[in-house]
Structures are given as structure tokens and as C-alpha cells.
Nanobody, 120 residues
Framework: QVQLEESGGGLVQAGGSLRLSCAASGSIFVANAMGWYRQAPGKQRELVAT???????NYADSVEGRFTISRDNAKNTVDLQMNSLKPEDTAVYYC??????????????WGQGTQVTVSS
């Protein structure tokens, strides 16, 4: 079994910053791509940012230049530094990881989600 545990959400004023963290634990052989997605009320879940094992990053246009994703392969963690936050960034943020387990099964795992609220 693999678990993803997120932390760092909260309430912040527009223009402020937050840092989200996610730690993967359990029967992990290799953590492949990791990333963050978000879902605002009434909207579909959307990609925010991803990072490969080798550090190649991909960002949604809406967060490019404001958010930075990073990871620690030794600890199987992925962080999302969010700066210059806007009210439209308000959403539940979900950590995602593509994991090859010790049992050699590969699949996507999701965290439980953490609320980010940006007030205007």
C-alpha cells in the first residue's frame, strides 16, 4: 500500500504565499512523476504542475511564473511553492504520484486534498 499525505493549505490574502507539501510512504519501489492538481467548486479537477523523476517540470499557464514545484527523490516528497496568489487560485489541491510499488505494480495515487483559500 502507498499513502500520500498533504500539508500546508490554508487561508491567505491575495498577493500572499503558501507552500504545500506532500509525502509518499509505504511500499514504494520508485516514485515516477509527481504533481499537484486542483479542483474549484463546480469545476473539473485540473493540472497545476508536475515534475518528473529527473526534475523536468510542467505548469498550467495560469500558474506559470507564480508557482514552483520541487521534489526530493530520497524522501519521496513533492512541494508546491505558491506566490502572488489570486482569488481564482482558491481550490482543493490534490497531490498525485505515479508509483511503482515493491510488488512491481504501477499506478497513480492521490492525496486526500488540502484546501487553499485566497481572499480578495
Amino acid at each position: 500500500q502507498v499513502q500520500l499525505e498533504e500539508s500546508g493549505g490554508g487561508l491567505v490574502q491575495a498577493g500572499g504565499s503558501l507552500r504545500l507539501s506532500c509525502a509518499a510512504s509505504g511500499s514504494i519501489f520508485v516514485a515516477n512523476a509527481m504533481g499537484w492538481y486542483r479542483q474549484a467548486p463546480g469545476k473539473q479537477r485540473e493540472l497545476v504542475a508536475t515534475i518528473s523523476t529527473f526534475g523536468i517540470t510542467n505548469y498550467a499557464d495560469s500558474v506559470e511564473g507564480r508557482f514552483t514545484i520541487s521534489r526530493d527523490n530520497a524522501k519521496n516528497t513533492v512541494d508546491l511553492q505558491m506566490n502572488s496568489l489570486k482569488p481564482e487560485d482558491t481550490a482543493v489541491y490534490y497531490c498525485n504520484a505515479n508509483i511503482l510499488s515493491i510488488g512491481r505494480q504501477r499506478r497513480d495515487y492521490w492525496g486526500q486534498g488540502t484546501q487553499v483559500t485566497v481572499s480578495s
